[in-house]
DNA sequence: GTTTGAGTACTGGACAGTCTAGTTCTTCAG
DNA sequence: CTGAAGAACTAGACTGTCCAGTACTCAAAC
């Protein structure tokens, strides 16, 4: 029939893997039972025990796959078309898609799913830390650094700088987050934050 | 004997919730038993539920028992002797104070237990961000709302100043604090950081 | 002597992980 | 193309453990 490129156990491997992100997010580590991934992935608890040892192992596989996710966000932050008279256009719209990308629910539930395993799954929460937010930021540095170059910017240390770029714009959306269930940010509350966040770092940083 | 101001009835309430505390902290709310808190407190379990009527209460009640210890930091910030010439350095003792106080790990620890449980329980995530955080970061907005009627500083909107400083300050060590396990900020760090966020919020605001 | 709590056993439910018996897919030889 | 061997999968029962919450008995405090 359909060109099924995919044997029977990977599709079932995949099927086991979305469906255990998505319930992992839902209802936390412990809240989650492997029942619910099974169901949920249409497949018997014995299929998902013969892809994954145990749960914890399926929940680092699980989690892990997901820094993957971040290759895109790199690209986002990699290029800024640097004209100068239309730097802060251009940082505001480079602002504007971190923060719409880093307030997507998704995003934030599964930055709220790591914090909270965190004490448990200790090299998750580094290796994630790692692979996914200071591949960003240094990313973003060496794009400030770039700006720096051409003189468009004052800038000593670009690490620095990016911290305090995301500090400015995603401190408050993102504390919100953790906090409330999930708040929901407006399309408004996000312009806000981009123009005040990039008003702030272009009267530091320039 | 002493003179026991309280009864014993007392004795034991405060007894349940320092254990509590100290139990939900170390272990996480899922992670806790009743035992395990009745053994720290030294105290029988059906005292335990005489004093609160089920898990999810007591937990309720010993965390949000914790924000009354946010006064002390809000004092914290509410002050600031402002002269002029030592403006900068006024303002980089205060971020010293904020971030020694938000980087100890008790403070992280109940944060990340907040977090961890703010879908099962949602409106104490809101409660104790309203009660905590935005109670600080109100008093600071007056602070430097008070630097700006001096002339001291440029603020349009004194709480968006509040939100920007915090962001500079807290970014970078909170979520590294958030994703590892404890990795300890060492003096000379948070001394970087105070150093660095204070020169980017001067840049930006005076 | 009555209230309060300690100690401890118990109930009932949830859930990780195993086991078994029967079913479907894949593959490869003929 | 056919059909048998073997792998992967299903369904559901089962074990052992953990734990919230209750019940009951006995000692201590007031």
Redesign the pocket.
Known sequence: MEE?AQ???????QAIVTAAIEVFMAKGY???????I?KL???????????F????K?FREVVLATTAQVDAMIDLVAHIPAEADTLEENLTRLAHRLLTTLTQPQVLQLRRLIIANADAFPELGATWYERGFERVLATLATTFQRLADRGLLRIDDPLLAANHFSGLLLWIPVNQAMFHGGPQHTRADIDRYAAAGVRAFLGAYR
């Open positions: 099924t044997s029977r156990s990977v599709r079932k491997h412990p809240g989650t039972s492997m029942d619910d099974a992935a249409a497949v018997s608890k014995q299929t998902v025990y013969k892809h040892t145990d749960k914890e399926l």
